[in-house]
């Protein structure tokens, strides 16, 4: 497949994300749960992440962070490497996520804050994807 052509699709796919995020606000409702959630009562790393980018899209930050606040510290991390991939054409990998440290360090945050977020105790509580 063409490499322009793979740009100009992911273009396309993420407009059509941010159309869709932006028309049907997932804060009210309508979009997937979490299965991990409706299984178990346990919010998962993702939990809040939908509601968060639909918080996003539509300029609430402060509310898109108190759905997910992970997903928004990761955030500028996935626009830079995008940003990266589509500047080099995918040729120059970005050394720090090869990093093993890196990777470890992601490992553990995420898991702690799995973790934390279902500690029902101030001030883990504020991890929890609040419910409007």
Avoid: E
């Avoid at 108190?66 to 830079?80: G, Q, W």
């Avoid at 080099?88 to 992601?106: A, D, E, M, R, T």
């Amino acid at each position: 497949m063409n490499q322009s052509f793979k740009k100009y699709f992911l273009v396309v796919v993420a407009l059509i994300c941010l159309l869709t995020f932006y028309l049907f606000d997932a804060r009210l409702g309508g979009f997937p749960q979490c299965p991990f959630y409706l299984l178990t009562g346990w919010y998962c790393p993702g939990c809040g992440s939908q509601r968060a980018f639909s918080a996003l899209v539509h300029g609430d930050i402060l509310h898109a962070m108190r759905y997910n606040i992970l997903m928004m510290m990761f955030l500028p991390l996935l626009l830079y490497s995008a940003f990266m991939h589509f500047k080099y054409n995918g040729i120059q990998k970005i050394k720090l996520w090869y990093s093993p440290v890196f990777v470890k360090l992601v490992l553990i945050t995420v898991v702690s804050f799995w973790i934390f977020r279902n500690i029902s105790i101030f001030p883990f509580s504020f991890l929890a994807p609040v419910k409007y």
